[in-house]
Nanobody, 124 residues
Framework: QVQPVESGGGLVQAGDSLSLSCATS????????MGWFRQAPGQEREFVAA????????LYLDSVKDRFTISRDSATDTVYLRMNNLKPEDTAVYYC?????????????????WGQGTQVTVSA
């Protein structure tokens, strides 16, 4: 099993859009749900979005559900997080995680493998 690898973070202005990518392997993700979490300075890691291994079911943090979209491309074993209308409060390190089962959840304990994170900074 290998840890997922996030990419796509950067510095943007409020109102901009950004798309994060999470590279996985079939061994770690084919039969597993996937999730995105984030951690701002001085705060605990927070659930953002999750998707089932088939891609037919998704979950979102209420504050991002109308702005963020999680998707999965089985052909490339890649999970994406499209973030629109970014706000300064979205500033955090974003982590991609592999769920222990085929369904993602809002709980950190339900994920077995974590990436090292990618920094997203939104300026006002």
């Amino acid at each position: 099993q290998v840890q997922p690898v996030e990419s796509g973070g950067g510095l943007v202005q409020a109102g901009d859009s950004l798309s994060l990518s999470c590279a996985t392997s079939r061994r770690t993700s084919t039969n597993n749900g996937m999730g995105w979490f984030r951690q701002a300075p001085g705060q605990e890691r927070e659930f953002v979005a999750a998707i089932s291994w088939r891609g037919g079911s998704t979950l979102y943090l209420d504050s991002v559900k109308d702005r963020f979209t999680i998707s999965r491309d089985s052909a490339t074993d890649t999970v994406y997080l499209r973030m629109n209308n970014l706000k300064p409060e979205d500033t955090a390190v974003y982590y991609c995680a592999v769920a222990r089962g085929s369904f993602g959840s809002r709980r950190r304990e339900d994920y077995a493998y974590w990436g090292q994170g990618t920094q997203v900074t939104v300026s006002a």
